[in-house]
């Protein structure tokens, strides 16, 4: 059984940075896509970065280009996220997927990632203070 479990999460004064990390067992092989979401309350669940890990594919949503980084090493289930010069904006619960099924590729290349994880984390929460 696949399970994914986020660390990392935390409180920070605006400015600052975070890394989350996400550790993937129950799988024979690593997954092909692996991405970072985030929910903020009273808002959708949103995309914030992925990695189509075969190819090295990534995709950033556009609020947080320059500032994370996502990162996974070859051979490797667990996958990070390199925040850094955090906004009150950045608060939310964070949450880590991954997915088996190579059409998550394509997903990850054209920043559509909405229902092409299947697997889930049970998310850390990032809270930013001014």
């Known amino acids: 059984q696949v399970k994914l479990v986020e660390s990392g999460g935390g409180s920070v004064q605006a400015g600052g940075s975070l890394r989350l990390s996400c550790e993937v067992s129950?799988?024979?092989?690593?997954?092909?896509?692996m991405g970072w979401f985030r929910q903020a309350p009273g808002k959708e669940r949103e995309g914030v970065a992925a990695?189509?890990?075969?190819?090295?594919?990534?995709y950033y949503a556009d609020s947080v280009k320059g500032r994370f980084i996502i990162s996974h090493r070859d051979g490797q289930s667990s996958f990070q996220l390199y925040m850094k010069n955090l906004t009150l904006e950045d608060t939310a619960k964070y949450y880590c997927?991954?997915?088996?099924?190579?059409?998550?590729?394509?997903?990850?290349?054209?920043?559509?990632?909405?229902?092409?994880?299947?697997?889930w984390g049970q998310g850390t929460q990032v809270t930013i203070s001014s």
């Open positions: 997927a991954a997915e088996w099924d190579r059409s998550c590729g394509s997903a990850v290349r054209t920043g559509r990632l909405s229902g092409a994880f299947g697997n």
């Open positions: 129950g799988h024979t092989y690593n997954a092909f896509c």
């Open positions: 990695v189509y890990t075969g190819y090295s594919i990534r």
